[in-house]
């Protein structure tokens, strides 16, 4: 029988997760568990590269767990682990940053974003060398696929650089190359306060979480900054407000944004298409919701987590055991 190809992805506990997140990774994760081997983990190492609170890092990490699992995936299929039980993440870290370089980290868009809001002395080395640690979470379960939204395909290929350079300096393909799948809708969900920049759980103002309560959603969604004039097309240059409603009504729907446009057509008033739109989110995240609640109070998180970093382990100490012999460590028989 052929083996089946890996998928692997991660979200980082560091706040409440928002619709952009749903739509553009958590509700995609589940589209792999049957048809690859699928590895979901929480990145809470990746937490720790901004200052946050303790006590709110390890609520939302469990939450994650939760949310994965309301998502859909489902323990027996998906891996779902966190990061930091494996500690092969950290050592094989430590080996690959001395594979990617200074110049393309600092090109980073996401660096430049964080970095840019803070004090120059007070940027933690972690931001800066965050994706060769997501390198290190890809290549530890040779992923084939790596399912993210948009922002992140960018690691995604720095990491692929860093596969090909170490695969040629050795000669041999220790690494898997990796592929980021992005939505086909919703790949970039913008913010519902300025249509013009990304949804994103550290920036809240305005944006849909997937724990407020459902009324809120349906005000946030009703007050959405739109745009002038009153059609509802997809235009995201001049109609960011409009272009963002429509793709998330799509992505919810599974229909293309032109299926959408088409069901709008002749609707000359934003408020009957907000409606609608805010229905379709409820639709989907109210029951989302009641199963999130039913995981944490099913008490089973510890365990689906024991059991997820006993099979992750596995397979990451088996790759990082061929990267300690390749690069001449000497890996000894006791070991
Ligand atoms: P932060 O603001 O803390 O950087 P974030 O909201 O960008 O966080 P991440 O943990 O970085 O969230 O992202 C988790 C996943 O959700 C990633 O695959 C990311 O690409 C995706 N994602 C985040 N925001 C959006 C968005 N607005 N639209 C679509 N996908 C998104
Ligand atoms: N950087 C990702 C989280 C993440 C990740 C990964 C995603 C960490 N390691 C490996 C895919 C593969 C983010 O969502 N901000």
């Known amino acids: 029988m052929e083996e089946k190809k890996r998928a692997l992805s991660g979200i980082k506990p560091t ?3 928002t619709l952009g997140n749903y739509i553009g990774a958590l509700r995609e994760f589940k589209k792999f568990q049957d048809d690859y081997e699928s590895f979901i ?3 809470d190492l990746h937490a720790l590269t901004l200052p946050i609170d303790p006590i709110f890092l390890k609520n ?3 939450d994650i767990v939760a949310f994965y699992i309301a998502a859909g995936l489902d323990p027996e299929k998906t891996t779902i682990f966190l990061q930091s039980d494996v500690s092969a993440h950290s050592e094989l870290n430590t080996i690959l940053v001395n594979y990617l370089y200074m110049g393309e980290l600092s090109r980073m868009t996401q660096f430049k974003d ?3 809001k803070m004090n120059n002395e007070a940027i933690g080395l972690g931001l800066f060398a965050y994706p060769v640690l997501m390198a290190a979470d890809i290549l530890l379960y040779n992923a084939d696929v790596v399912p993210v939204g948009e922002d992140q395909t960018q690691h995604v290929e720095l990491c692929r650089d ?5 695969n040629q300096r050795y000669q041999k393909e220790v690494f898997v190359m990796p592929k980021a799948i992005t939505p086909k809708v919703g790949a970039r969900i913008m913010s519902l306060s300025d249509p013009t920049r990304k949804m994103s759980k550290s920036d809240p103002k305005g944006d849909i979480f997937l724990k407020d309560d459902l009324n809120i959603i349906r005000k946030k969604i009703m007050s959405a900054v739109t745009d002038t004039g009153n059609e509802i097309k997809y235009d995201p240059e001049n109609k960011p407000g409009i272009s963002n ?4 009504y799509a992505a919810l729907s599974n229909i293309t944004v032109e299926q959408a446009e088409k069901q709008f057509e002749g609707c000359t008033q934003y408020g009957v298409f907000k409606k609608a739109v805010a229905d379709k989110v409820i639709e989907e995240i ?3 919701q009641q199963r999130y609640k039913e995981i944490l109070a099913s008490g ?3 365990e689906i987590l024991s059991e997820g970093a006993r099979r992750a382990s596995y397979i990451a100490n088996k790759t990082l055991r061929k990267v300690k012999k390749t690069v001449g460590l000497y890996v000894h028989d006791s070991k």
């Open 15 to 17: 706040g409440n997760l």
């Open 41 to 43: 983990f929480i990145a």
């Open 60 to 62: 939302n990490t469990k």
């Open 114 to 116: 964080k970095s840019q």
């Open 162 to 166: 860093l596969v090909h350079r170490f």
């Open 245 to 248: 409603l429509l793709t998330i």
């Open 286 to 288: 109210g029951p989302f």
């Open 300 to 302: 089973k998180i510890d």
